[in-house]
């Protein structure tokens, strides 16, 4: 079945610093993927997403390529801020007819002053 | 303000209980979902609705039952509620158009 593996939190870095946030899949078919963001308390929100391979999505200075020859949509921001910290969810739409999110277990970040 | 909202914000339930989730959204969207959220596990599909009248089953159905019967409102039953059901629920409409999926902020249940 379609699956997606994310990097085990939580991170920890300080104001400025640069993220990574690994992300693979394994779906048939040609996924969507997507990160969604937590912030303490609320529930998921979109923070961007990509539809077909090689596409680039980007918001809030965060970006994600789409790469199929590694199943991967890693999740970058070159400077967080203290705002960052939440949780942050890899999903994927498979190609079936309901269309339902499969979500990765979650990363949780810290950002530091 | 356009969006979902879900009653109650949380609550403490007795083992063998029935309890029903509301989820109510204003955006008119056809598909509309329901999952759970277990920590380390992420969220995972309870029970989805692709138009009003239609359900279908999730990866985690058991012990659970939906219904809708309008576009607007997709309520989560539990029958007869167990300790394993303690978690937080979300239910989510999803745009066509787009895909995107967006998120109500959640019940957290906790069944003793």
């Known amino acids: 079945g379609d699956s997606v593996t994310q990097m085990e939190g939580p991170v920890t870095l300080s104001e400025e610093a640069f993220l990574t946030i690994n992300c693979t899949y394994t779906?048939?078919?040609?996924?969507?993927l997507f990160w969604y963001v937590q912030y303490p308390g609320e529930g998921l929100q979109l923070l961007l997403k990509?539809?077909?391979?090689?596409d680039k999505g980007s918001n809030k200075g965060f970006e994600a390529t789409y790469r199929k020859e590694t199943t991967s949509f890693h999740l970058e921001k070159g400077s967080v801020q203290v705002s960052d910290s939440a949780v942050y969810f890899c999903?994927?739409?498979?190609?079936?007819?309901?269309?339902?999110?499969?979500f990765g277990s979650g990363t949780r970040l810290q950002v530091q002053p | 303000i356009a969006g979902i909202t879900q009653a109650p914000t949380s609550q403490i339930l007795a083992a063998g209980r029935r309890m029903t989730l509301r989820c109510t959204q204003d955006?008119?969207?056809?598909?509309m979902y329901w999952y759970r959220q277990d920590l380390g596990l992420g969220l995972r599909l309870i029970h989805y609705?692709?138009?009003?009248?239609?359900?279908g089953k999730g990866e985690v159905p058991d012990g659970y039952s939906v219904s809708r019967a309008n576009t607007d409102d997709f309520p989560l039953t539990l029958a007869s509620a167990v300790p394993s059901q303690t978690s937080v629920y979300f239910c989510?409409?999803?745009?066509?158009?787009?895909?995107?999926?967006?998120f109500g902020p959640g019940t957290r249940l906790t069944v003793l």
């Open positions: 999903a994927l739409i498979a190609d079936t007819g309901r269309r339902a999110l499969t």
């Open positions: 955006m008119r969207h056809n598909a």
């Open positions: 990509a539809t077909k391979a090689d």
């Open positions: 989510a409409s999803r745009q066509t158009s787009t895909d995107t999926q967006y």
């Open positions: 609705s692709n138009t009003a009248g239609t359900t």
């Open positions: 779906a048939t078919g040609y996924p969507s």
